[in-house]
């Protein structure tokens, strides 16, 4: 039997956080501003949450739409603010013009950290080559995930890459160590070929939501997950 997969639900606020727990979650990703795909939360917002779950948390270090790093100084302010209040795990990636890494930005980012683990999370579906990112990131300390989709528009056309990468992880290639955690349009009935492939990680969003962004996540929703999750190991 294969390990438990790990279920990674995004949380908003305290309401989020708790309904994610008592579902079943393993991990909470925090952010604020889903209409921009998820900004930094404030300092407030993820002591809010530590304060009232135990999960681990990642915290995402993102402070405008898009990939551009934008403002480095101050990403690496804010994450030393989070850091202080007790952040330990983080979400970022950035992009150049060109759909390059942005390894100066995230070089920057990353030794503000001091050694925290971290996701590189989905600019890499934006990427204009995949494996070249993954390459120039390789040895980043803390880099320990991937979340992605295999494609920008989604799961769906994703799959055949998300196999592909699972495939490349498997046989230790250079690039592809981190674990990679699937999301982005993933629904439940992507799991069962995913988990056959050896992913073990998964992260949902909107479809801890069924009532939509502005309600509050669903513990049955997430439950739902778990259940299928686990019935797939």
């Known amino acids: 039997m294969s390990k438990r997969a790990v279920l990674e639900v995004i949380a908003l606020g305290v309401e989020d956080a708790v309904a994610a727990q008592a579902g079943g979650a393993d991990r909470l990703e925090v952010v604020t501003d889903m ?3 998820g900004l930094t939360p ?3 917002t993820f002591a809010g949450i530590r304060a009232a779950v135990d999960l681990s948390l990642r915290v995402m270090l993102r402070l405008t739409d898009g990939f551009a790093a934008g403002d480095v100084d101050r990403v690496v302010r804010v994450a030393g603010e989070l850091r202080a209040a007790g952040a330990e795990e983080f979400v970022l ?3 150049d013009a ?3 890494v942005d390894l100066g930005a995230v070089e920057r980012v990353v030794g503000a950290l001091g050694g925290c683990r971290w996701t590189f999370h989905r600019a890499i579906d934006h990427a204009a080559d995949r494996d070249g990112l993954r390459k120039r990131l390789d040895g980043l300390p803390g880099l320990d995930a991937y979340l992605t989709a295999g494609s920008p528009s ?3 056309d994703g799959l055949p890459t998300l196999l592909a990468e699972a495939g490349r992880r498997r046989s230790g290639e250079p690039g592809y160590e981190p674990r990679i955690m699937v999301g982005g349009g993933l629904r439940l009935e992507h799991v069962p070929v995913l988990r056959a492939a050896g992913l073990d990680a ?4 909107g479809a801890a939501r069924p009532e939509g962004w502005e309600r509050p996540v669903s513990v049955a929703a997430v439950a739902e997950w778990r259940r299928v999750l686990d019935g797939a190991d």
Do not use: K, Q, R
Not at 202 to 205: C, D, E, Q, T, V
């Open 98 to 100: 060109d759909g390059g």
């Open 93 to 95: 990636g950035f992009l």
């Open 154 to 156: 989604g799961v769906d």
């Open 202 to 205: 998964f992260h949902i969003g």
């Open 42 to 44: 404030p300092v407030a």
């Open 35 to 37: 209409a921009a795909d």
